[in-house]
């Protein structure tokens, strides 16, 4: 009994961690699996709400037959992979029995939860990084089922946009055939702006329907809010050129002077 009296007395240490530090936790409503649901409010991930000394940005986040799988983009260190560790970690949580992460929450316990995250492999010295990050997607696809998990973070990164935008489509087209819950965190904006062309290619197949989510920008800051909405690849460029007078027209008013 050993190893579970220290899972609880952890999962307890925990949950009074982030409690006494003022972030809320929550029994879950359990769904049944063939609902595949993901619905949780206020959202976070514990883990780095228990390192940062400001307050964690949460967020609200629903995979339903309106969406099980979504595309997020948005700049370099806008929270992106928190996100996707927090939902990660929601589920992995719900599974162990524990209190979640979020104020309020219904979720669907998954057979599987498979990530895709960057690793120093030793397989890159055979097969180059993109062979190895492409063998590594394969073997997710030879396990995963419409209840499974899947959750991918800056995927392909290893080769060109062209390249990786291409393979990508072909890997979320994969999963929305599946009929996973699924997020695709990822700096290719062209994967998103593809997503229209996936779901029509695959929903003469049965396939589940995919969405895009963007990591915000307010005032050329990160807000590390993340909203449902198609990506404007540009807009976060164009707020940094502009705070340090980039643009066009600054340079230009500049040059004058």
Known sequence: LLPEIVFVSRATDLARRLTSAGYPLCTPEIR?????????????????????????????LVFDEKA?????????????????????????MLQL?????????EISPADGIFTHFPTGADDT???????????????????????????????LSSTGSYEASYIA??????????????????????????????????AADGGTTIDS???GIESGKRSFKIVRMKPDGKS??????????LS???IVLNFKK
Not at 35 to 57: C, K, M, Q, S, T
Not at 177 to 194: D, K
Not at 236 to 245: L, S
Request: with cysteine; aromatic share 8%; glycine share 8%.
């Open 248 to 250: 066009y027209e600054n």
């Open 32 to 60: 049944p699996v063939s609902e595949h649901a993901f619905r949780a409010l206020g959202l976070y991930n514990p883990d780095v709400a228990l390192r940062i000394e400001e307050p964690i940005v949460a967020n609200d």
């Open 236 to 245: 976060y460029a164009r707020d940094i050129a502009d705070k340090y007078g």
């Open 125 to 155: 010295i055979d097969k180059g990084r993109l062979g190895e990050e492409c063998a590594r997607l394969r073997d997710i696809f030879e396990e995963v089922s419409e209840n499974s998990f899947v959750l991918l973070d800056e995927s």
């Open 213 to 215: 989510l963007v990591a």
């Open 68 to 92: 099980r799988l979504y595309v997020l983009t948005g700049p370099n260190r806008g929270g992106k992979s928190v996100i996707t560790c927090a939902i990660g970690l929601c589920q992995a």
């Open 169 to 202: 489509a072909e890997v979320l087209a994969g999963f929305s055939r599946i009929g996973c819950r699924c997020l695709f965190s990822t700096h290719l904006h062209e994967l998103a702006a593809e997503i229209d062309n996936i779901n029509a290619r695959t």
């Open 97 to 105: 029995g524990m209190y979640l992460p979020a104020k309020v929450c």
